[in-house]
């Protein structure tokens, strides 16, 4: 089993639709879950970061953490064309200073 | 602000070779790790660089070692290149050692 689970996708969503994004992991120690987005060809770029259960809030994005579920999801509402990425889960274990991804899930929003 | 930057972006090396990528932190981070990313896979650890340290260590062979100088910059140095060693070089840099991480644009390499 791998420490961060996604699902690979491709996941399609129609344009102004609500993509759901989710991922799993493993270590109930985990603390730390990051959002990355990354456009074909090149690097992650930060999208959203949650450390507490429930839900955060950064404008079309929503990260939603469930510890007790070890379950951690992205919302992005009124998808766009360039939403069209890979998202990866990333997770912080305290004590472990890397991030662990998991493989991505990528993200197809049709216009 | 600037962000995370890393030099070159591109590299192009034959089997045996050595190579050595640089990484600037964002500003105000004091801690870098490198990662590497293999085509269609998700960044992997290699090590992270705190304090001029090797503070942890992924699951990669001797042939990678890196150096943190004193203006928190740094390098990564990879010996007797493998194709297998073909990917994207990222850099993230963060405050502290376990805190959020910022990525650069990455160093393409290239082993023929």
């Known amino acids: 089993q791998k420490e961060v689970e996604q699902n690979s996708g491709p996941l399609s969503v129609p344009e102004g639709a609500i993509a759901s994004l989710n991922c799993t992991y493993s270590?109930?120690?985990?603390?730390?879950f990051f959002w990355y987005r990354q456009y074909s060809g090149k690097s992650p770029e930060l999208i959203m970061f949650i450390y507490s259960n429930g839900d955060k809030e950064d404008g079309r994005f929503t990260a939603q953490l469930n510890k007790a579920s070890q379950y951690v999801s992205l919302l992005i509402r009124d998808s766009q064309p360039s939403d069209s990425a890979t998202y990866l889960c990333?997770?912080?274990?305290?004590?472990?200073?890397?991030?662990?991804f998991g493989s991505g899930t990528r993200l197809q929003v049709q216009p | 602000d600037a962000g995370v930057t890393q030099s070159p972006t591109h590299l192009i090396k034959t089997r045996g070779q050595q190579v050595t990528l640089r990484c600037s932190p964002k500003?105000?981070?004091?801690?870098v790790s490198w990662y590497q990313q293999a085509l269609g896979q998700e960044p992997q650890f290699i090590f992270q660089y705190y304090e001029e340290e090797e503070r942890q260590r992924g699951n990669f062979p001797d042939r990678f070692s890196g150096h943190q100088f004193p203006n928190y910059s740094s390098e990564l140095n990879v010996n007797a290149l493998l194709l297998g060693d073909s990917a994207l070089y990222l850099c993230a840099s963060s405050q502290g050692t376990g805190e959020t991480q910022y990525f650069g644009p990455g160093t393409r390499l290239l082993v023929l």
């Open positions: 990333a997770v912080l274990v305290p004590g472990r200073r890397a991030l662990t």
């Open positions: 270590d109930r120690g985990s603390q730390s």
């Open positions: 500003s105000g981070h004091d801690t």
